[in-house]
């Protein structure tokens, strides 16, 4: 009898676990300016773990593009870029190559929510390279208005990651796999 409270309780305590990680409105369900706000939300949380570098909002990336030379650094796996990245933007692995060659322009890393991004800024920082840090990452980016690319030209798919970071904005289409690695 005391095996099968124990059974219980566990099922119990597993099952409000779940519910206390599930989102409280599906995606679908959100406006853009709600999806926005939990991208910037998520990102502060995330944040914690690189507070020493220094964030460019999505505005001030696109106001940055036409006034100096900016090199996005696109830190997601190669799956994730082949569904769509920022403009002009490069692989991680092809910038740490060739770093000398970016030394003068503005750097700013991103990747689905930047996490990835900023624990890259923070490696770079200990190595004395100043990389910024999308704020919010490719979500906030086409939120704020901005474009993102394929091979094919402009596209309205974006790699989210996983499901878990699903708010793209109304007309686009959000893309994840299980298997990225």
């Given at each position: 009898?005391?095996?099968?409270?124990?059974?219980?309780?566990?099922?119990?305590?597993?099952?409000?676990?779940?519910?206390?990680?599930?989102?409280?409105?599906?995606?679908?369900?959100?406006t853009d300016a709600q999806k926005l706000q939990i991208v910037y939300e998520m990102y502060e949380e995330y944040k914690e773990s690189f507070p020493?570098?220094?964030?460019?909002?999505?505005?001030?990336?696109?106001?940055?593009?036409?006034?100096?030379?900016?090199?996005?650094?696109?830190?997601?796996?190669?799956?994730?870029?082949?569904?769509?990245?920022?403009?002009?933007?490069?692989?991680?692995?092809?910038?740490?190559?060739?770093?000398?060659?970016?030394?003068?322009?503005?750097?700013?890393?991103?990747?689905?929510?930047?996490?990835?991004?900023?624990?890259?800024?923070?490696?770079?920082?200990?190595?004395?390279?100043?990389?910024?840090?999308?704020?919010?990452?490719?979500?906030?980016?086409?939120?704020?208005?901005?474009?993102?690319?394929?091979?094919?030209?402009?596209t309205k798919r974006l790699h989210v990651y996983k499901k878990k970071w699903n708010y793209v904005p109304e007309g686009y289409e959000a893309v994840?796999?299980?298997?990225?690695?």
């Amino acid at each position: 009898m005391n095996y099968l409270k124990w059974v219980c309780c566990f099922i119990l305590t597993y099952s409000l676990s779940l519910v206390s990680w599930a989102p409280l409105a599906s995606a679908e369900e959100l406006t853009d300016a709600q999806k926005l706000q939990i991208v910037y939300e998520m990102y502060e949380e995330y944040k914690e773990s690189f507070p020493e570098v220094e964030d460019v909002t999505p505005k001030q990336a696109m106001e940055l593009i036409q006034s100096e030379e900016v090199m996005f650094v696109d830190t997601r796996k190669s799956k994730e870029q082949k569904v769509s990245m920022l403009p002009n933007a490069v692989t991680e692995k092809a910038f740490k190559k060739n770093l000398e060659q970016y030394r003068d322009q503005v750097i700013i890393g991103y990747c689905t929510i930047s996490y990835r991004s900023g624990k890259l800024a923070k490696k770079l920082r200990e190595k004395d390279i100043t990389m910024l840090n999308l704020r919010g990452g490719m979500l906030a980016w086409v939120h704020e208005g901005g474009r993102v690319y394929n091979a094919n030209g402009e596209t309205k798919r974006l790699h989210v990651y996983k499901k878990k970071w699903n708010y793209v904005p109304e007309g686009y289409e959000a893309v994840w796999s299980f298997f990225l690695f």
